[in-house]
């Protein structure tokens, strides 16, 4: 099937500690990307690669993404539309990543199949996979999910500027306040040029607005983000509005 999840190791084809509250996190997070420049073309569909933890720990925060993906979907569709990859690690050796997929229904889809297993961080093999998709075509941007790091960042921190070169950037998203964590998320955000942001743990409403403007930028880069506000209903102003 198409869509079977693929090896994604580099094989496949070629800080300070949390001091800050959540807003002022997504604060820096819009700040960082309004220095950014324009993600795709004039008419051109966003790439995003989308990827999350899913050792045994991270369960409850898959099936929260799995819920909240269709959203990216939606806030890209009018922009210009939005290709995606999921990408996911497990175990001690397992990473994999998805077809390109353009409709929620398929992501999702996806993502019901794949449980959670107990396992280390795998980051170094997703920045790899990410810089040779996007050697093979551009990718506007990574995002990574997660609330653990247990590598040898100065590994991670070459990874990320191989990625950088390419001008990747990577949005790095930190479910609850692991310090090393932290570190090793804000240190690959600043070499790729990204974004750092941490959302407390279980808080769906958090990611969720992440999610979408991301989405948001990969399709249509910042002018699409600074009309994002503009377009949803009072709810939803107000998370994006915790942006700016």
Do not use: N
């Amino acid at each position: 099937m198409a869509d079977k999840p693929r090896d994604a190791t580099p094989a496949h084809r070629a800080g300070e500690p949390a001091t800050t509250s959540a807003r002022s996190d997504i604060d820096a997070f819009l700040s960082k990307v309004k220095s950014l420049g324009p993600a795709t073309g004039t008419g051109g569909r966003g790439r995003l690669i989308f990827a999350l933890d899913a050792t045994m720990s991270r369960q409850p925060l898959w099936d929260t993404a799995c819920k909240l993906q269709a959203d990216m979907f939606r806030e890209a569709a009018s922009i210009g539309g939005l290709d995606v990859q999921l990408v996911y690690y497990r175990s001690l050796a397992e990473c994999r990543a998805s077809a390109w997929v353009s409709q929620a229904e398929r992501l999702a889809d996806l993502m019901t199949r794949i449980d959670c297993r107990g396992g280390h961080t795998q980051i170094g093999k997703v920045l790899s996979h990410a810089r040779t998709e996007s050697e093979r075509r551009k990718v506007q941007a990574l995002v990574f999910v997660g609330d653990a790091m247990e590598e040898k960042i100065d590994d991670l921190c070459q990874a990320a500027g191989e990625l950088g070169l390419l001008g990747v950037p990577a949005f790095m998203f930190q479910e609850g306040y692991d310090a090393i964590a932290e570190q090793a998320f804000r240190e690959i955000a600043r070499l790729t040029k990204g974004a750092y942001c941490r959302f407390d743990p279980g808080a769906a409403h958090e990611l969720g607005a992440l999610l979408r403007a991301v989405a948001a930028y990969a399709a249509g880069g910042m002018r699409a983000l600074a009309d994002l506000s503009a377009r949803r209903d009072a709810g939803a102003v107000k998370l994006i509005a915790q942006m700016r």
